[in-house]
């Protein structure tokens, strides 16, 4: 059964980090863009970034350039965001999603991608 399980959401202060996986079962990552989203309490589903599956090509928002990082290790089919100096307004629930034909050249957006997780967690808050 193909699987996508998010994990590491939690609480945090404002400027502290996390990281957030995603991993999946029933099948290989390996030739599968991946990308997180974040969903909102009253807002829409934003992309938040996007790793081709060779690594070679990511992405961001706007809103998390310089602090979120995506990175992958295929050996153990897992995909990473590590987010960093989190703000308030990067608490959402996070969801990653994974499809073999999309470009992270651009900025992503959900219809584009087959496969999701459940989603994690993010509180940021003091």
């Known amino acids: 059964q193909l699987q996508l399980v998010e994990s590491g959401g939690g609480l945090v202060q404002p400027g502290g980090s996390l990281r957030l996986s995603c991993a999946a079962s029933?099948?290989?990552?390996?030739?599968?863009?991946v990308g997180w989203f974040r969903q909102a309490p009253g807002k829409e589903r934003e992309g938040v970034s996007c790793i081709s599956g060779d690594s070679r090509t990511t992405n961001y928002a706007d809103s998390v350039k310089g602090r979120f990082t995506v990175s992958r290790d295929n050996a153990k089919n897992t995909v990473y965001l590590q987010m960093n100096s989190l703000k308030p307004e990067d608490t959402a629930v996070y969801y990653c999603a994974a499809d073999h034909w999309v470009d992270c050249s651009r900025q992503i957006t959900d219809d584009e991608f087959d496969d999701w997780g459940q989603g994690t967690q993010v509180t940021v808050s003091s």
């Open positions: 029933g099948f290989t990552l390996d030739y599968s863009a």
